[in-house]
T-cell receptor, first 109, second 114 residues
């Protein structure tokens, strides 16, 4: 089967750094996405990785290792507004997105 | 105005009723999708359409049907709603010509079936 695993919930402190991990097993691979979703709102695109390595975009970075079936999202200088769920999704050989259940990130002052 | 608009945003209905959720987009994308989201589960694909004449079942299509009335409109119907169809439903679009396949989501339609 195909599955995406990520922690259910994480807690971090404002101003700190947090890393959210995602491991995947899919039939083929055509890229990995991270989306942010605030409670009751639509997911919004954060990043896309298709090659191994680190992609940096402001306070957010995303890393991919295809050989390990592993990705992480790194959030720096955490702000209260970063409290949200972070969804990992993989595009498989049919270009269909397989979604993880999401990681709820709680930021404390 | 939102690029991907869903109506209604909230709906409470009774078991056995027919419900239609509508989605329209101004992004000019060919591809449109319907997902449902349940607590503790990932987004699950119900149906998707790559153009007006193309409709495909997703992983959980039973109990649902769709209609692609135009490039910009994609409707989801529940012919006879049941309580386990209570969920948050999202419409999404993507651009055929965009390598990443990034999805653009509507604001969601919260459906409660009593």
């Amino acid at each position: 089967g195909q599955n995406i695993d990520q922690p259910t919930e994480m807690t971090a402190t404002e101003g700190a750094i947090v890393q959210i991990n995602c491991t995947y097993q899919t039939s083929g691979f055509n890229g990995l996405f991270w989306y942010q979703q605030h409670a009751g709102e639509a997911p919004t695109f954060l990043s896309y990785n298709v090659l191994d390595g680190l992609e940096e975009k402001g306070r957010f970075s995303s890393f991919l290792s295809r050989s390990k079936g592993y990705s992480y999202l790194l959030l720096k200088e955490l702000q209260m507004k970063d409290s949200a769920s972070y969804l990992c999704a993989v595009s498989n050989s049919n270009y269909q997105l397989i979604w993880g259940a999401g990681t709820k990130l709680i930021i404390k002052p | 105005d939102a690029d991907v608009t869903q109506t209604p945003r909230n709906r409470i209905t009774k078991t056995g009723k027919r419900i239609m959720l509508e989605c329209s987009q101004t992004k000019g994308h060919d591809r449109m999708y319907w997902y449902r989201q349940d607590p503790g589960l990932g987004l699950r694909l119900i149906y998707y359409s790559f153009d007006v004449k193309d409709i495909n079942k997703g992983e959980i299509s039973d109990g649902y049907s769709v209609s692609r009335q135009a490039q910009a409109k994609f409707s989801l119907s529940l012919e006879s709603a049941i309580p386990n169809q209570t969920a948050l439903y999202f419409c999404a679009t993507s651009d055929l010509n965009r390598d990443t396949g990034e999805l653009f989501f509507g604001e969601g339609s919260r459906l409660t079936v009593l």
